[in-house]
């Protein structure tokens, strides 16, 4: 539901604009106000659910506040409201990241070892398809809509954005499912509630090498080149190719319908080699040719968008655990936050 909902915006993005009356600059806020809360929040989010709420409750609670935001941010669009629907997302941020903290703490809970590298890349594969799905069905979900009310307008926009809101039930609903089945395993096989294992310590911050800071510089440049371009990715390919729409929509989710099956095999692979710097090199140089060729080219864009995804997926496999290399084991938690 979480990775679903957060692409919302860019899925119906020509819809967001006409209907709300709002610029480009005005609907990548839609996408800042969600990242705001997740500055802080991602650097706590172990910390809340090793030490306040425990990894049950916290999921719970984490997946209330994707549903919240999620019906505020329709509501918004539903009474014509733009600033209501950045209130809605920043309570769906809040919730957001901290809740992929909770999913990863089930995942060293309930698994260990290698296990672990085909559960993260199945989790990976299956918050790409959600996200695959939402970019090639909420456009269609918007003219059902506008079809059965005889119109098209803010009014529109929020049922179809209520409507995929109930992927979030469906999350919150498995978060639920969850709790009951680890405290249930807790009292059988006399096991603890899983903890993330990341104890905050802001002093660790002075103690991080060069390498693990460069490492920090590649994944915000990177994902810069990401999913910002992703977020305006159906317009651009509209007015410079001229693509229908839902071409465009089908074209713009490329990189997460690539990334789903390929995680877990580049991570396989990754594994295997060795070599990460390699292997990020590569997805860095691959990304940089593709987005000359969509800037500065009127080649097939599909050319393109696929060579995006193949290095998306490389780079996340390769880059993640690179972190583990360079910091010890006490530190990771901070590191990890940052």
Known sequence: GSYFCYDNPAALQTQVQRDMKVNTAQFMALYAWYSWPN??????????????????LGTVIFSIFVCVGQVVFALGALFNTFWLME????????????????????????????????????????????STVNMNI??????????????SGPSTL?????????????????????????????????KEQGKTGEVIKLTDVKDFSLSLWLIFVICVCYYAAIFPFIGLGKVFFIEKFRFSPQEASAINSIVYIISAPMSPVFGLLVDKVGKNI?????????????????????WNPWIAMSLLGVAYSLLACALWP???FVVPEHQLGTAYGL
């Open 39 to 56: 500055v802080v929040l991602c650097f706590f989010g172990g910390f809340l659910i090793d030490r306040v709420f425990g990894i049950r």
């Open 87 to 130: 209130v809605g997302r920043f309570i769906f941020g809040i919730g957001g990241e901290s809740l992929a903290v909770a999913q990863n703490t089930y995942a060293v809970s309930w698994f260990k070892g290698k296990e672990l590298n085909l559960v993260f890349g199945l989790q990976l594969s299956m918050a790409r398809i959600g």
């Open 138 to 151: 909420m456009g269609w979900i918007y003219s059902r809509v506008q079809h059965l009310l005889g119109y």
């Open 158 to 190: 929020g049922l179809a954005l209520l409507i995929g809101g109930v992927t979030c039930l469906f999350s919150l609903s498995c978060a639920l499912i969850l709790a009951y089945l680890d405290r249930r395993a807790e009292k059988l096989l006399c």
């Open 278 to 298: 390699i292997w990020v090199l590569c997805a860095v140089l691959t990304t940089l040719a593709s987005h000359i060729m969509l800037a500065f080219t009127f």
């Open 322 to 324: 690179m972190v583990a």
